[in-house]
């Protein structure tokens, strides 16, 4: 081979977990059996859910889009096989929250019958934007566990030019072995998807890195990618969490991404092996995502393999066909052992991100560790990979200070889970840190409503006041009725001197608060016991409506803002019958 | 088939605290087994009283502020700074002494402020330095090493003389005691000798007090023993470091400073100033170095602020065994560096990836 | 002794100079405190911590050295804020004012509705649209969740639905105090509790 060796950076800290890769790469990948039924969530990547667009009792064949993109970071779903739509409605997925989200219950009617489809060799001659569109349709997401919709990251933009693209076949994680086996047996899909990035990215060189402890799928991607120019495979020795994009780019260009910005801004692009796969199919075959290669493995899995799975099939089933003994089961997690998440049920569906199954025992994980109190020994600094301060994060997050969480950073943190890992006290510090950026994205989100809510409420306030007003100059005008004069018209009103004055009388109203709201709690008794005597809403409205007491006075105790003058209050609640 | 659901990572370091400190107490050993080579059994009798004492202190108090007991005592942290303070302590300490020392350690050095991991000054460091000051006469009653010493004990006439005070027949404590090599050569420094006249008095001949200067590792006025026992901590030290246990930062930049420091006043002046070598191996400078300064709760965090935190460490030591009024210095240094850590960690923070440098 | 009185005399004259200057160019348009408090608070104008509306409260934290824990709808966020700002100790919530109850939005049962228009005057963020004698609705993105519709409703057709949470909008809570974590200093409201 002519391929010259690539020249490799460092990234700072980083650990070298025990790998448990070669359980599940003994024997070669295998078809799962097509399941009883398949669920598809619309919610499988970052961005809005797709929105269905088959109806229940429909027939779908293999390949057949079932739910459209909605918006521009969305992806479409498709069938993985032919069969009968029989449920559209809430199912658990997997998430960790373990909430439940609407999805499409396919029934397969195991003819597999692909849907009409046009295979399109020649690319080379097509618009990249036209080549995206296909990718779009075809409901293609980042494969590597993100899920991030692929065409947008196949699109440079207009003035950047991409220097890089960078083919993650890293794998860093433990347990995960579906790239190896994809590099191993299907190198040739992984090329030619390579070509079509490049051709969509007008990228000048492409370097597809796998880390040094999958020899076999570097032997097989090299073999593959002989002779073609721009294109080096770059043997990376093994370290996590080298296949994190910003830590592999600085390996492999030298390069930081800078901090809330995107690799693309540095003239890098990255995409996971599987990802360059799935456009391969869907450019040159013309098939949509329907499948990917699922790692099922952990102690509690006899056969620990690697299965080409629909998307939607239930994962018991897979387990299933792997020989797991279900009740070692202690805890499943979906995707790696370091940021995967635990499910919490064992029958959800395998969905676009779903890269690896485990299925661990209780001895496996070495659970019952108590979290002990920080030493502040500093190893979680030393294998940061980000060089954040893991500990001062810590603290700052347990104390919910949500703003000097900030100032240390938080939010360039990857929650790769290195800090946690090496801590000798045991504490779930990524967890701490995913409480804080949560923590301070609600309170960003309550800002934004109590802001709206402020301005609703003051321009209320002055709405009523204006109100007021006329109506004064009209009762004014009645009782003195003199020809033309300028006073009637309201001076210019500013809204917040009018919500101070509400206030102020609204303040000055706040002790009579106290003997209103008994009268309240009074006519809130009655109004049930009437309830109570007259179930037949109509016959009791008019009264409650009609009769000044009850209404009138619960009015004024709740609504603080409303007027201490009673009379005007109900010529207010008049007034308002007669705007409106 | 519901599962209780954890954050990730699901897989860890199969480390602990107690593991943690299992090491640094095994690390211990040949310095401990060349103490007691050259001085006796003290050291073990003072080890086991200090670890018992330690432990029900250490269980009393979490039993009063409602803590979980067992997993805090099983933690190993309050066995290593029971066996710190025995080892800085002088092998024929009445047992009161150590009992004294480790409660106060362990009760307000460490519980008061909040136990494990919150106390802001290094426990045995405030342990030797409350006896030091309050007992000064017991904490100075040194004993010469075996081979210059004109009798010696056996194990149980060590325990007996510690717990008991009772000696065998013919024997007083005044002839068992000696002052420390670094306490003599203060003493003899202050009266106006120079250094090598302090060595002829310690009985060594002109000769090879010549010969020794040389090589002065291997050195009478390093102590007799002094220099194995700094031997054995610094292969203990070693240790600690291939194994990551500690980082180098911390030893180095405390060894490195004292090094060069003494290096520059030696050479300035070598009739008044000790050797550099003389420095490292004597008193509590290798014991210090890798097992005292490096304990991360009090130290500064951040690898640059263990280097500034280490130079201190050795800047300090020299400064007051050489000036200061006490002949060796490396806990009131531990103590002076540990009050500044916090400020070292809030100014030497690492930049944050992808951050503009 | 002249030299000495001039000499002072021209240097107090430069540094009063050299002061009057630097206020008027550096002048800091600070917000007032009032604004800076009203800013923290969630904006329901539900009345619960006794005073008629947000900015109400904001002026006799302000002024009248209101307690900063009497808002259940803002809770342990707002109160830590408040604290931080104001560089008062964190209180836990004055169980007097009310419990922290998860957010809920109104929703009328329009069956129900006989559009009396009572609702609507009470609503504080006009979140309420209707007209007399036709049923009412909720503009659920302006809903506060402040309750105050509730109660001057005449056929008790309002009720306040629990907003759901989803896959967008749920975040990782808190970690569990674990066995050997010290129990106090966790939360610094329960630590001065």
């Not at chain 1, 990215?201 to 796998?210: G, P, Y």
């Amino acid at each position: 081979m002519s391929m010259a060796p690539v020249k490799l950076w460092d990234f700072h800290g980083g650990i070298h977990p025990e790998q448990n890769k070669l359980q599940s790469t003994t024997e070669p990948s295998a078809l799962a059996q097509l399941p009883k039924k398949l669920v598809l969530p619309l919610h499988q990547h970052i961005g809005e859910a797709a929105e269905p667009i088959v109806e229940i009792g429909d027939t779908v064949l293999k390949g057949q889009k079932i739910a459209n993109a909605n918006g521009y970071v969305s992806a479409p779903v498709h069938a993985p096989t032919s069969g009968k739509i029989i449920d559209i409605s809430e199912h658990p997925i997997p998430h960790p929250s373990g909430l439940s989200a609407l999805a499409i219950v396919i029934e397969p009617d195991g003819r597999d019958a692909w849907v009409e489809y046009t295979p399109d060799q020649d690319y080379s001659e097509k618009n990249p934007s036209h080549l995206r569109n296909i990718i779009r349709e075809a409901g293609i997401v980042g494969l590597g566990g993100a899920g991030f919709p692929s065409f947008i990251k196949l699109n440079p933009g207009s003035q950047k030019k991409i220097k890089t693209l960078i083919l993650n076949g890293v794998e860093c994680e433990p347990y995960i072995t579906c790239d190896d086996m994809l590099m191993r047996e299907d190198a040739h899909s992984i090329i030619e998807g390579v070509h079509i990035m490049r051709h969509a990215l007008q990228a000048e060189e492409c370097v597809i890195a796998i880390e040094d402890n999958k020899p076999e799928a570097y032997e097989s991607i090299c073999k593959a990618a002989a002779g073609i120019a721009g294109l080096r495979v770059a043997l990376v020795p093994t370290r996590y969490p080298q296949g994190s994009e910003k830590q592999l780019v600085q390996v492999i260009t030298g390069k930081e991404v800078p901090s809330n910005g995107l690799a693309l801004h540095i003239g890098v692009v990255c995409h996971n092996v599987a990802t360059a796969a799935a456009i391969y199919r869907a450019i040159h075959l013309g098939q949509p995502l329907i499948s990917r290669m699922v790692t099922i493995t952990g102690q509690a899995v006899k056969q620990p393999r690697n299965l080409e799975v629909l998307i939607g099939t239930p994962m018991d089933e897979l387990l299933q066909q792997c020989g797991a003994e279900f009740d070692q089961i202690e805890r499943l997690v979906m995707g790696g052992p370091m940021m995967g998440f635990a499910l919490h049920e064992i029958n959800l569906p395998v969905i676009k991100t779903t890269n690896c199954i485990i299925a661990a025992t209780r001895e496996e994980l070495g659970l019952d560790r108590p979290a002990m109190p920080c030493i502040r020994c500093g190893a979680c600094a030393d294998v940061c990979p980000v060089k954040l301060l893991p500990q001062q994060l810590y603290w700052h997050a347990r104390a919910k200070e949500l703003d000097k969480v900030q100032e240390y950073d938080l939010f360039d943190c990857i929650e790769c889970g290195c800090c946690s890992y090496v801590c000798p006290s045991n504490i779930p510090l990524v967890q701490y840190y995913r409480f804080a950026k949560g923590a301070i994205w609600t309170q960003e989100q309550e800002h934004k409503k109590s802001d709206q809510a402020r301005e609703r409420h003051e321009f209320r306030l002055m709405r009523i006041e204006r109100e007021k007003r006329e109506r004064e100059a009209k009762r004014a005008k009645k009782k003195a009725p003199r020809p033309k004069t300028d006073t009637a018209k309201p001076p210019p009103v500013d809204g917040a001197q009018m919500a101070d004055k509400m206030r102020q009388e609204a303040m000055a109203q706040r002790d009579s608060a106290e003997a209103a709201r008994k009268t309240e709690i009074q006519a809130a008794l009655a109004r049930v016991q009437a309830k109570k005597k007259d179930a037949a809403p109509k016959t009791d409205a008019p009264v409650a409506a009609n009769s000044p007491t009850p209404a009138a006075a619960s009015t004024q105790a709740s609504t603080p803002t409303s007027d201490s003058d009673s009379s005007a209050d109900t010529a207010t609640h008049k007034d308002h019958e007669q705007s409106q | 088939m519901p599962f209780n659901a954890p954050t990730s990572p699901h897989q860890l370091a199969p480390t602990s605290i107690t593991r943690v400190m299992m090491l640094v107490i095994l690390a211990l050993i040949p310095g401990i087994a060349a103490y007691v080579w050259f001085f006796g059994w003290g050291v073990v009798v003072n080890i086991c009283i200090a670890v018992v004492t330690a432990l029900s202190c250490e269980a009393l108090i979490l039993k009063l502020r409602q803590r979980p007991v067992l997993p805090f005592l099983s933690d190993g942290s309050a066995v290593l700074t029971a066996v710190l303070i025995a080892l800085t302590l002088p092998p024929l300490s009445p047992w009161w002494i150590t009992v004294i020392g480790v409660a106060f350690a362990i009760i307000i050095a460490k519980q008061l402020y909040g136990g494990l991991g919150y106390n802001p000054f290094n426990p045995a460091m405030v342990g030797y330095v409350m006896l030091l000051i309050s007992f000064p006469r017991e904490m100075t009653s040194w004993i010469p090493p075996n081979e210059l010493a004109d009798s010696s004990l056996g194990f149980i006439d060590t325990a007996m003389f510690i717990l008991f005070s009772t000696l065998p027949d013919g024997i007083s404590f005044d002839a068992l005691t000696e002052a420390t090599p670094l306490d003599s050569l203060k003493t003899h420094l202050a009266l106006g000798n120079t250094v090598d006249e302090v060595r002829a008095q310690l009985g060594l001949d002109a000769e090879a007090s010549r010969v020794l200067s040389v090589i002065p590792i291997f050195g009478a006025i390093g102590g007799k023993g002094w220099e194995w026992i700094g031997g054995g901590f610094l292969l203990g030290g070693l240790w600690l470091i291939y194994t990551k246990v500690i980082s180098w930062h911390i030893p180095v930049a405390m060894l490195g400073s004292l090094l060069a420091i003494s290096a520059l006043f030696y050479l300035i002046d070598p009739a008044h100033f000790a050797t550099p070598m003389f420095h490292l191996f004597s008193g509590a400078a290798m014991l210090g170095a890798f097992f005292i300064a490096t304990d991360p709760v009090t130290a500064a965090s951040s690898n640059r602020g263990k280097i500034i935190y280490g130079c201190g460490i050795g800047l300090f030591t020299y400064i007051i065994r050489t000036w200061g009024g006490y002949p060796d210095a490396v806990a009131f240094a531990v103590l002076l560096m540990n009050m500044c850590a916090p400020l070292i960690d809030h100014y030497f923070k690492s930049s944050v990836f992808g951050h503009k440098k | 002794m002249l030299t000495a009185i001039l000499v002072l005399s021209a240097l107090s004259l430069v540094f009063g100079l050299i002061l009057g200057f630097a206020a008027v160019r550096f002048k800091v348009e600070g917000d007032p405190l009032v604004e800076q408090i009203d800013a923290q608070l969630p904006q329901t104008q539900c009345g619960q911590c006794g005073y008629p509306g947000c900015r109400p409260y904001a002026e006799a934290i302000a002024n009248e050295g209101a307690e900063i824990n009497q808002c259940p709808p803002g809770g342990e966020v707002t109160i830590i804020a408040l604290a931080d700002l104001l560089d008062r100790e964190p209180l836990p919530l004055n169980p007097e004012n009310g419990a922290i109850k998860p957010k809920t939005v109104a929703f009328i049962d329009e069956q129900t509705c006989i559009g009396c228009t009572l609702c609507i005057q009470a609503c504080p963020v006009d979140a309420i649209l209707g007209a007399a004698k036709q049923m009412h609705t909720i503009i659920e993105s302006e809903c506060t969740g402040c309750d105050l519709c509730l109660p001057p409703c005449p056929v008790d057709c309002i009720e306040m639905v629990e907003i759901k949470q989803d896959m967008l909008t749920w975040k990782w809570p808190y970690p569990e105090k674990p066995i050997a974590q010290k129990s106090t200093p966790d939360n610094p409201l329960e630590a001065s509790a």
